[in-house]
């Protein structure tokens, strides 16, 4: 069954004023259908046609991925969705799924993470938002920025100001001492509790 869009929703699918649609129905360039009150509706399969797309390109996403690293930094999440509305907005992308997600950045097996990694190599992604190259992943950027060249995602980051090498290198090493560190300390707590669970088993519920 054939999809029928108003004059105004059939300017937001093109990118066209209200006014250029009506002039290409008088000069024949776009012919719109009418209602029984004179009014002119268009079917969306013309629209997809006349734009060159098929109906499976249109239905491809664009997609803005928030992250935050822990709960403690969950405010970040709407100040970087707010940056990526703004840019959304001037560039006139409409229907944006938003994605947001708390993970760390060395953690590569986060669910909203997994989740549109596979939809890039679906194909069912046309582009991706971010705020900086270290929302997607701390590691791997230049790899996951290729895998979505390889399947026509355009990677589009908000945020592509360049450090120094030496700056670089500082936070790298930064994100390395976190991350082991954490694990440090978790695998400190796993040992006093089996130390513990040796010692005096009574003790244990």
């Not at 930094?73 to 969705?81: A, E, H, T």
């Not at 560039?91 to 947001?100: K, L, N, S």
């Not at 991706?128 to 390889?150: K, M, N, P, T, Y």
């Not at 695998?187 to 669970?197: C, I």
Request: aromatic letters at 6%; hydrophobic letters at 40%; one cysteine or more.
């Amino acid at each position: 069954m054939s999809t029928l869009l108003n004059i105004a929703e059939a300017s937001d699918l093109l990118r066209k004023s209200v006014k250029t649609l009506q002039r290409w129905d008088r000069d024949g360039i776009l012919k719109a259908r009418r209602t029984p009150t004179n009014r002119r509706i268009y079917d969306h399969a013309d629209l997809l046609k006349f734009l060159g797309m098929s109906p499976k390109e249109q239905n491809r996403r664009i997609v803005a991925y928030c992250r935050v690293s822990s709960q403690a930094q969950k405010p970040g999440l709407k100040n970087q969705r707010r940056v990526i509305e703004d840019f959304c907005i001037a560039r006139g992308f409409a229907g944006v799924d938003y994605i947001e997600e708390i993970g760390g950045g060395l953690n590569f097996k986060r669910k909203c993470f997994i989740e549109m990694v596979d939809d890039v190599i679906r194909g069912n992604i046309k582009t991706l938002v971010i705020a900086h190259r270290d929302r997607l992943a701390r590691f791997g950027f230049d790899l996951l920025s290729h895998l979505c060249q390889e399947h026509e995602c355009e990677l589009l980051v908000i945020d592509s100001e360049k450090v120094s090498p030496e700056q670089e290198m500082v936070q790298d090493l930064m994100t390395i001492v976190h991350c082991f560190s954490s694990r440090l300390y978790g695998l400190r707590n796993y040992r006093k509790a089996l130390k513990k669970a040796l010692t005096n088993p009574a003790d244990v519920k």
